[in-house]
């Protein structure tokens, strides 16, 4: 079955970075793109960005240009996603999406990881 | 660039029928495909409807989506609606490439 585990909670100071992990399994991880969302509590949810695991080619949403770097290991079938210069705001719960062989919606989801930004 | 906007919140009884808007603010909503996500409290989100208006093997046929080119929105709408379907219900679409979501609806049941 497709399963997609996210790496643990983080606790970060302002203007540090973060590198959260998602392992794929249960499917061919170079054959299908992996989103990033997040969600501030009791907030809607944010898109940030994609990757195809297989080029590596990245595209990211205007806000986070800049700031945010999606990459992966593909001997490891996990994709990363790193935020830089966090501020308080950037503190949410980070999800991965594969998106679906019909490249609409977000068929698989992470389990979500919680990054808190505070001094 | 453009928006989805969803209502705030929206509530029903059971039994009865309920229809989630999610209106585009520029270009058209025929444009590009619309989903829509279920999420329950503490959960990740699930497809209930993909490509305005179809379902994931496993979405009970009580939920259906439609779009309307006169309004510029999508709809979801839910029928014989139980208890178990109180959640949150984002829109999404793209521009180009770029994923957008709609703010989100909160439904309640009662």
């Known amino acids: 079955q497709v399963q997609l585990v996210q790496s643990g909670a983080e606790v970060k100071k302002p203007g540090a970075s973060v590198k959260v992990s998602c392992k794929a399994s249960g499917y061919t991880f170079t054959s299908y793109d992996i989103n990033w969302v ?9 898109w940030m960005g994609w990757m195809n695991p297989n080029s590596g080619n990245t595209g990211y ?4 240009q800049g700031r945010v770097t999606m990459t992966r290991n593909t001997s490891i079938s996990t994709a990363y996603m790193e935020l830089s210069s966090l501020r308080s705001e950037d503190t949410a719960v980070y999800y991965c999406a ?22 | 660039n453009f928006m989805l906007t969803q209502p705030h919140s929206v ?13 585009r603010s520029s270009g058209s909503i025929a444009s590009n495909y619309v989903q829509w996500y279920q999420q329950r409290p503490g959960s990740s989100p699930t497809t209930v409807i993909y490509e305005d208006n ?26 014989g609606l139980k208890t178990e379907d109180e959640a949150d219900y984002y829109c999404q679409s793209y521009d180009s490439s770029n994923g957008v979501f709609g703010g989100g609806t909160k439904l309640t049941v009662l």
């Not at chain 1, 997040?38 to 944010?46: H, M, P, S, V």
């Not at chain 2, 009884?13 to 808007?21: A, D, E, F, L, R």
């Not at chain 2, 046929?61 to 309004?71: A, E, K, Q």
């Open chain 1, 38 to 46: 997040r969600q501030a509590t009791g907030q809607g949810l944010e």
């Open chain 1, 61 to 64: 949403a205007q806000k986070f």
């Open chain 1, 98 to 119: 594969r998106l679906s062989s019909s490249w609409t919606d977000f068929d698989y989801w992470g389990q979500g990881t919680l990054v808190t930004v505070s001094s």
């Open chain 2, 11 to 23: 509530s029903e009884s059971p039994g009865k029928t309920v229809t989630i808007s999610c209106t």
């Open chain 2, 54 to 79: 179809q379902r994931p093997s496993g979405v009970p046929d009580r939920f259906s989506g439609s779009i309307d080119s006169s309004s510029n929105s999508a709809s979801l709408t839910i029928s």
